[in-house]
């Protein structure tokens, strides 16, 4: 607003800039999945069953996958409680980093809460074989934590073993924990790794999608664009051609060409869209705090990689 004029000689004090001028919006409520970390659970529990379903031939049960949400949630939360604890107010930063930060005492109580509840659950009634397994992928992930949030000289460790490509090969490992247990094969390992370059490609589009807000991004180890390319339709290729010669099971060619399909489309997208963030005032404080970022076609890449396995869920 304009300040009202006066008659008088005396200069008025030059009202304080705004860091931000950006017209301010409400979170959009597909991104509160980003922001409470349940778009990955999601993920995770339709990938489960794509898994469980083609090698074991049956459902997942539901402490099975109660397990597996529970697990993947307490995974992102306590990276993002970590992202959150670094956080600089005074620069650009995520809405999730932002929500995780202003209110870690409520996240750190939830988080408890249902770590105790997935450990009674994995007590009483998971298979000692699975419990087995599922030790050695939480070495994996303490190793990754330790990594990137503790480890002395962590840059360089970020840079050997990219943050994205942990994320893929952890997260691809734990959705098919289960078949591993049950009929583990050579299909089976074929099936992790291409559904692992999936994954990563994911973590790689949302990362250079956020990086302007990001205040943990690291340029060195992002996704390139033309790399990006390659491994999307590198595993669209090989789903196609182990599809035809019968080495991996139909439900899982499916899902991993129309997620390679679907992700390659929302990156194009996003290419088209341009690289405009929106920001969200509900969190602002006041005016000397950076309003926390968000995008509102972030959550198009997760959508690419529920879109088939919910359809074949559903068909089914």
């Known amino acids: 607003m304009r300040p009202p004029e006066s008659n008088s000689q005396v200069e008025s004090a030059p009202t304080p800039v705004r860091q931000s001028e950006t017209p301010v919006e409400r979170l959009p409520l597909a991104c509160w999945l980003n922001v409470l970390s349940l778009d990955a659970v999601l993920v995770a529990l339709l990938w489960q069953f794509v ?3 083609s090698f074991c031939g049956r459902a997942p049960r539901w402490y099975e996958s109660f397990v597996l949400a529970s697990v993947v949630w307490l995974i992102y939360v306590a990276d993002r409680l970590l992202d959150g604890a670094r956080l600089d107010l005074s620069k650009p930063h995520l809405v999730r980093h932002r929500m995780h930060y202003q209110f870690a005492p409520v996240w750190v109580t939830a988080w408890i809460v ?3 509840i997935a450990s009674s659950v994995v007590v009483l009634w998971m298979d000692a074989a699975v419990i087995r397994i599922g030790l050695l992928i939480a070495a994996l992930v303490l190793a990754y934590g330790a990594g990137v949030h503790f480890w002395p000289g962590r840059a360089t460790v970020r840079h050997v073993f990219a943050k994205e490509v942990q994320v893929g090969a952890i997260f691809a490992a734990g959705v098919s924990l289960i078949a591993w247990s049950e009929a583990p094969s050579v299909s089976l390992g074929l099936a992790c790794v291409a559904s692992a370059t999936l994954f990563t ?14 205040q943990n991004y690291d340029a060195s180890r992002a996704g390139k664009p033309r790399r990006e390319l390659v491994a999307i339709w590198s595993v669209a290729v090989v789903a196609g051609i182990t599809g035809m010669t019968g080495w991996l099971p139909g439900l899982v060619v499916v899902c991993l060409v129309g997620g390679s399909m679907t992700l390659f489309a929302t990156t194009c997208c996003w290419r088209w869209k341009g690289r405009a963030l929106s920001e969200w005032s509900r969190l602002a404080s006041s005016a000397d705090v950076r309003l926390p970022c968000f995008d509102r076609w972030v959550p198009m890449a997760d959508w690419s990689l529920m879109l088939s396995p919910m359809i074949c869920w559903a068909v089914v």
């Open 51 to 53: 898994f469980v379903f």
């Open 114 to 116: 249902v770590l105790l």
């Open 201 to 214: 490609v994911n973590c790689w589009a949302v990362a250079e999608r956020e990086s302007v807000a990001d």
